[in-house]
């Protein structure tokens, strides 16, 4: 496979002027993989400062009721509250690794921003994160915790002001300031070397299933259940199993309102081959190509594209991807509340309530959530929809 492609999607479908930045980000990424330094450093971060490892946690309440053995991958108990830190943090030391002293971001709920601010503050980097005016008014608590961190936030005023249009003005900040500016995108989306590289930092979330549910079960699991938005908690712990045939992988897209609307986030589902943010993959497009909008719930998986290596793993047969819809989601989030005492993101809550629909083909067997986030955001979102008063 040529670097930089999965079978025929991702590349480097970026304005040429990018091109050469993009090729030493690569080789500074290789020459940082393999400097035991910065890998201690990372380690320590991730240790010390996010709190890992986070426990492979047994649900034996929910085990019991649903006949097999479900475990939950505890990334909600990540400092921030998701994976995202695993991916900010690596790319923030990363950039410090080559120089550069400022670090760009675009986001659309927040998520994302909040995840760089507080990378940046405890790495001692400044923060400048673009988000569309209009998702500015939607989510303006994230915008005051991004402030809070040190970050600064800069509203984007063009197009439908919102995220699409905030990664083109991050995109362009970048081609203007690349001598000390690092571009830290947020999944495993984008040109080469960007999937590449935020998939090796999720890869601890994998690494870690692995050790833990040999030391706990003494064999692999059966399935192994991530929700897509762009694709990086689900590639994080899924790509250390790639090679035993016997786990089953199922990657767990927004549905929405239904695949029959047009209200979903499902790209590897219900999307076309095209180009988005300078990758060749699958993507929500009209006839004419362009984007559609996307809808889910969950605000981490409302994009209408998904990672290149998931497009392949998808055409390659190894990893099953299916959707589940806001109502089914929000059932999920209410039961793992009711049974187990935990609160998680709406965007887990699909892959939850996936594997709970599933569970009775894996009678006996083991099934792993990975538990992306916490659902502390979401309990307004949860009573609006179920119109019950906070
Ligand atoms: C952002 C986010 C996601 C979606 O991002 P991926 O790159 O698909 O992992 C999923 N879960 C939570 C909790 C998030 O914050």
């Not at 079978?7 to 020459?31: C, N, T, W, Y």
């Not at 400097?35 to 990372?42: F, G, I, P, V, Y």
């Not at 998702?135 to 991004?146: G, I, K, P, T």
């Not at 990975?370 to 979102?381: A, C, F, I, P, Y």
Request: aromatic fraction near 8%; charge should be negative.
């Amino acid at each position: 496979m040529s670097e930089g492609k999965f079978g025929k999607f991702g590349g480097m479908f970026a304005p040429e002027i990018l091109v050469p930045s993009l090729k030493e980000l690569d080789a500074a990424f290789k020459r940082f993989c393999s400097d035991e330094n910065s890998k201690k450093e990372l380690e320590y971060y991730l240790t010390e400062f996010a709190g890992r490892e986070t426990p492979l946690y047994f649900c034996s309440n929910l085990s019991r009721e649903y006949g097999c053995k479900i475990y939950l991958k505890r990334e909600d108990l990540v400092h921030g509250g998701a994976h995202k830190l695993n991916n900010t943090l690596g790319q923030a030391l990363l950039a410090k690794y080559m120089g550069k002293t400022r670090l760009i971001a675009e986001t659309g709920a927040g998520q994302h921003g909040i995840a760089t601010a507080i990378a940046g503050a405890s790495l001692g980097m400044k923060v400048d994160v673009y988000m569309g005016s209009v998702d500015m008014e939607r989510q303006r608590l994230n915008v005051f915790r991004m402030k809070l961190m040190g970050a600064n936030v800069i509203p984007v005023e063009t197009g439908s002001r919102t995220l699409k249009d905030a990664i083109n003005e991050a995109m362009r900040d970048w081609i203007t300031n690349v001598e000390n500016t690092y571009y830290l995108i947020g999944s495993v989306v984008g040109p080469h070397p960007y999937p590449v590289i935020v998939r090796e930092f999720q890869r601890v979330i994998g690494k870690e299933t692995r050790r833990q549910i040999l030391e706990s079960e003494g064999k692999l699991p059966d399935a192994i259940v991530a929700c897509v938005g762009g694709g990086s908690n689900a590639i994080g712990i899924f790509y250390d199993f790639l090679k035993d045939m016997n786990v089953n992988l199922i990657g767990v897209e927004a549905a929405g309102e239904g695949l029959d609307t047009e209200m979903h986030s499902a790209s590897c589902c219900m999307g076309t081959d095209g180009v988005l943010h300078g990758a060749f993959t699958k993507i929500l497009q009209d006839d004419d190509g362009q984007i559609k909008t996307s809808h889910s719930v969950a605000p981490g998986l409302d994009y209408p594209g998904v990672g290149p290596e998931h497009v392949y793993l998808q055409e390659q047969g190894r990893v099953n991807y299916v959707a589940v819809d806001d109502s089914e989601t929000l059932d999920a989030f209410e039961i793992l509340c009711k049974k187990e005492g935990i609160l998680p993101a709406l965007e887990s809550a699909h892959a939850l309530a996936h594997a709970l629909k599933i569970a009775d083909e894996f009678k006996d067997g083991i099934i792993v959530v990975n538990l992306s986030g916490r659902g502390d955001k979401d309990v307004e979102t949860f009573a609006a929809k179920r119109g019950v008063l906070v």
